[in-house]
Structure formats: C-alpha cells, structure tokens
C-alpha cells in the first residue's frame, strides 16, 4: 500500500536538498539566479511538506505528533519556515547556505526513525495537550537549530591577526585533540576492560551469568558467526569520551590562566560538533542497516553508541577541519554573511524558540502529564532533559541581557546547546523512561 505521507515526505526532501545545491552554487560561483532558485525551491518544499503532516493527520485520525518521527519532521519544517523568514527579511539568499542543509540533515535523521503510521497511543495519552506540548516543543527545538547554525558559521568565519601565529593556534588544538579525544579515551577503556569494570560480551557470557542477572553486552560489528562483540571496547571508549569531553575546557581555562593564547578554540569546537554530529548519522545508518548492533536494553547503551561514533569523529573532524578552516580565511568567510548579521540571527532564533519551548516542553507538558499519569513530574529522563534545556537558554538568555555575552562565547553556548537538544531528543532512546513510546 502507498503510504502518500512518505512519498510528500520525499518530494520535500528533495526539494530542499536542490535547494541546498542552488545556494551553494550561488555562493561559490556568484550565481544570483542560483540562489533565488534555491529560496523558490525551499518555498516550494515546504508545501509538499505541509502537504504530508495532514496527510498524515487524516491517516492516523489523530495530531501526527506521538513519535520521533513525527516531532523531526515538524522541527525540520520550522527550520525551512525560519529561513524563508531570514531571507526575506534581510534580502540576502545566501543566508540559505546556512540553514538549508539542517533541514535536509533533519529529515535524514527521520528517515532512521521508526514511521509506522498505524500504531496510535493508548487511550490514557491521547489529549488535546498532547498536540500543543509536541508541537511547540518541536517549533521551540527547531528554531534553536536555526540559531546553531547561524552560531557556527559566527564561529567558523573567524580569523586570526595572521596566518603564521594562527597555524601555531590550529597546532596546539589539533594536540588537544590528541591528548583528550584519542588518549583519553583509549587510556579509558584499556584501564577500564583490565580492571574488569565492563559487562560481558553476551557471547562470552555463560547462560548462569545471564540468569542471575550480571551486566552483559550485545554490542557488536557484524551478524552470525563472523560478528565481532566489542562491546566492553565500545563503551570504555564512550566513557572516555565523556571524561575527555570534561577534562577538555579545564586544561584550556588553565592555558588561559598561565597566558597562553587560545583564541580559535570556539571554531575548533565547532569543526568537533560536525564531526560527532555526522558520526552519530552514520552510526544510526549501520545501526538501521544492522551492521552495528547495540544491546536493547542496558545502561551502557548510549556508550555502546558513543564508541563508534567517537571513531568515526576521529576521521571526520580533520576532514572537515581541511574543508572549512584554513589559515587567512576559509571558504565560509566568504559566503558574504557578515558575522555581525550571522550572530543577530542566532540570538533572535533563540529569542523566538525560548517562549515556545517553555510553554510547550514544560508548561503544557505537564499538564499533559498530569492527565495522563496524574503527576505534574516525575523525573522521567524525558522530562529532566527538557528541564536542563530549559534551565540552559534562560541562562544564555540571562547572559546576553545581563552581562552582554556576545560574540565568540555566545555563539558557543548555542552550538552547545543544539548538542543538549539533541541528546535530549534521542534520550529515550537510550535511558527509556515514561516518554520510551516515541521510540516505536
């Protein structure tokens, strides 16, 4: 049966991914014609777009709103709202090159994500708040991603006073990298699997091990018999990564307070983010396509997810590193969006994403709650996540208003917290909680 949801879902993917072609071709080549080409087609993506949700609506006979697939698909509509917005506003197409490949990055995603349009919520969860928590919540989260996207190209468009003082900046990043995204991570997990403090591969572990409940892990490359379990490997590296990703700031607050110069760190930061965040996507794709397997259900799961894409960040960030930074200015300084426009729009983005987030992520949220569990809170993983979200652009907001962050601090603090939203947003995924029935 055709499902014609996912076949609008389609049109408006690729929709915007011509869209993201055009800008890019308007930016390298100075074509005009390319980039009002590529504002028609993110216009024209958009109703095919919107076309789907009802579509989906009518379907399901209920608010399309009860799963990850359905709240990814809406974020991804918000962005594509918000950059017609800005372009239109400032009159300025390459803008688009900003924002059109995180909704294309978006729907990617979604395509990950179970979309079964026949399995509807239990009667207990099916109200009227359920489409206004989800779906300011998605607007909120979406125009955050517009906001990361406007804060990275801030932050990669920045140069230093000359290209030989900052190749030795780049120098010392890159042995930062090292030390905190190899080393430790690697020293991590070897001291971690000599100490025995890892669970078990499930095909090392005997089935009196698995009875009495000890800690196992399926985690493993491949299927049948030529899988490799590395599991405990996978998740010393995950832990690791954590620990590198703490001890990080610290040593660069302690570079600054010994006087050594550290400027670049915040473009550096980014070129990370890409990397970890193109290496989640294609471990999802392995884990999709079963040539990764995780284990169902362990609290080491979400590192059995953190090892491998913490490998493939490895690779990654010194590609996208070489494509986007170069000492003197890199292609992103010329795309011609000053950095002044860049950082207006990733505070106004947030300044709009703020409001809906707050009424929809907590104070709809749980009212809904209440009426389906008959508690306003219960510390579900969902729920603490959307709190520390909450908790963290009040502050950001606090700091613009009260201290004048900006610039180069403010730009990382929203690209940090696009992080959060995401880990938030697959939380469930991971740690399950009374929010796991978006999962399915």
């Known amino acids: 049966m055709t499902r014609y949801d996912a076949l609008f879902y389609s049109i408006a993917f ?22 009002l ?35 990814m ?15 239109l506003r400032f009159k300025n197409h390459r803008l688009g090159v900003l924002v059109s490949p995180v909704a294309v990055m978006l729907l990617v995603v979604a395509s990950l994500l179970p979309s079964d349009i026949n399995r509807q919520l239990m009667p207990a969860l099916q109200s009227a708040w359920l489409a206004i928590h989800v779906s300011l919540a998605a607007l909120g989260s979406g125009a955050f991603l517009i906001a990361y996207a406007a804060g990275s190209v801030y932050l990669l468009s920045e140069n ?32 971690l699997m000599i100490t025995g403090l890892l669970p078990t591969p499930i095909n090392q572990a005997s089935r009196a091990m698995m009875d009495s409940g000890s800690a196992i892990t399926a985690f493993a490359i491949g299927s ?15 832990i690791g990564m954590v620990i590198g990703a703490i001890l990080w700031p610290f040593f660069n607050a302690r570079q600054r307070a010994e006087n050594v110069d550290s400027t670049m760190g915040g473009r550096f930061f980014t070129v ?25 259900r362990s609290y080491f799961k979400i590192f059995e997810f953190f090892g491998p894409t913490l490998v493939l960040s490895w690779v990654l960030t010194p590609v996208i590193h070489a494509g ?49 569990w008959g508690t306003w809170w219960s510390w579900d993983p969902k729920e603490v996540g959307a709190l520390i979200i909450w908790l963290f652009y009040t502050g950001f907001l606090h700091a613009r208003y009260q201290r004048q962050w900006k610039g180069n601090r403010a730009a990382v603090l929203v690209v940090f917290g696009m992080v959060m939203v995401f880990i938030s947003f697959f939380g469930n995924y ?9 999962v399915t």
């Open 224 to 238: 049948g018999p030529n899988a490799l379990y590395l599991g405990p490997l996978s998740i010393g590296l995950g």
């Open 272 to 296: 990370l983010v890409l990397g970890l965040l193109l290496g989640a996507v294609l471990v999802g794709f392995a884990i999709k396509g079963d040539f990764i397997r995780v284990t169902d």
């Open 160 to 191: 230093g006073p000359n290209p030989k003082l900052e190749k030795q900046w780049i120098a010392r990043h890159w042995k930062n990298f090292a030390i905190f995204w190899i080393g430790v991570p690697i020293l991590t997990a070897i001291v």
């Open 37 to 71: 080409l590529g504002t028609i087609l993110a216009a024209v993506g958009l109703v095919p777009h919107t076309i789907a949700f009802f579509l989906r609506w009518a379907a399901k006979g209920t608010v399309p709103l009860a799963n990850m697939y359905e709240y």
């Open 14 to 35: 690729y929709a915007y991914l011509g869209s993201f072609i055009s800008y890019i071709v308007h930016v390298a080549f100075k074509k005009e014609k390319a980039g």
């Open 430 to 438: 991971f740690f399950g909680g009374l929010h796991s029935f978006e």
């Open 73 to 87: 698909g809406l974020m991804s509509w918000m962005v594509v709202v918000g950059l017609l917005y800005y372009t």
């Open 324 to 372: 986007l930074v170069k000492p003197g200015g890199s292609w992103i300084t010329r795309i011609g969006v000053p950095r002044g426009l860049a950082e207006d729009i990733s505070y106004s983005a947030v300044a709009v994403g703020y409001p809906l987030y707050t009424v929809g992520a907590l104070f709809a949220g749980a009212i809904w709650a209440e009426q389906a």
